[in-house]
Each structure stands twice: as C-alpha cells, then as structure tokens.
C-alpha cells in the first residue's frame, strides 16, 4: 500500500528554520514526481515545490524562492523540504504528495494521485 508521512512540522519563531521530511514506503520513490503544498486557515491550497522523477527538475513557488530547498534520497525513499528566514505568512498544514504521469513535476496540486496527513507549521513570535 503506497503510503507517504510528513514529519518535522513545529512551532518557530520568525527568521527561523524547519525541515520537513515527506517518507514514502509500498512504492519506489524514483519513479513519482513529488511536491509539497500548503494549506492555511480559511485559505487555498497553493504548491510550494516539487521535484521531478526523470531529471530531478526541481520548481518553486514565487513567495518561497531563495528560503526553501526541496531534496530527494531515493535510497532513503524521502524527500526533504528545508524552510529557512522562515515568515508568519508560512504558517500552514504542510503536505507532500506523488504522481507518475507527468514526466515532469507540475505545482498543480489536481495533479496528484496520493498524499500524506500533513504537518503542521506555525510561525509566531
């Protein structure tokens, strides 16, 4: 059974830094592109990164670029999303999640086929 389970999510204060890992088993790691997304109260779900299957093509969204980097160790069937200069506007569930169709990654969050449980994130000072 294809199963993926975020984990690292806390509470930090503005500036600060957190690493969430996104670890996959029942299904080989490599051959699904992976993203992570957000989802903050009484607010849409946006993609924040993710990295591509075939050439590790690696995408962010514009409000994290230069903060966040998106990791893979297909040994270790996880990926990494490390967040740093961390603002209160990230504070969110943060979920990873896989598909195989694209041979690209795509920020479009419709596009996934299974997804974690989700982490939580909270910046305050």
């Known amino acids: 059974q294809l199963q993926l389970v975020e984990s690292g999510g806390g509470l930090v204060q503005p500036g600060g830094s957190l690493k969430l890992s996104c670890a996959a088993s029942?299904?080989?790691?490599?051959?699904?592109?992976i993203g992570w997304f957000r989802q903050a109260p009484g607010k849409e779900r946006e993609g924040v990164s993710c990295?591509?299957?075939?050439?590790?093509?690696?995408y962010y969204a514009d409000s994290v670029k230069g903060r966040f980097t998106i990791s893979r160790d297909n040994a270790k069937k996880t990926v990494y999303l490390q967040m740093n200069s961390l603002k209160p506007e990230d504070t969110a569930v943060y979920y990873c999640?896989?598909?195989?169709?694209?041979?690209?990654?795509?920020?479009?969050?419709?596009?996934?086929?299974?997804w974690g449980q989700g982490t939580q994130v909270t910046v305050s000072s």
């Open positions: 990295i591509s299957r075939n050439d590790g093509s690696i």
């Open positions: 029942g299904f080989t790691l490599n051959y699904y592109n």
């Open positions: 999640a896989a598909e195989w169709r694209q041979a690209l990654c795509v920020m479009n969050g419709e596009r996934y086929d299974y």
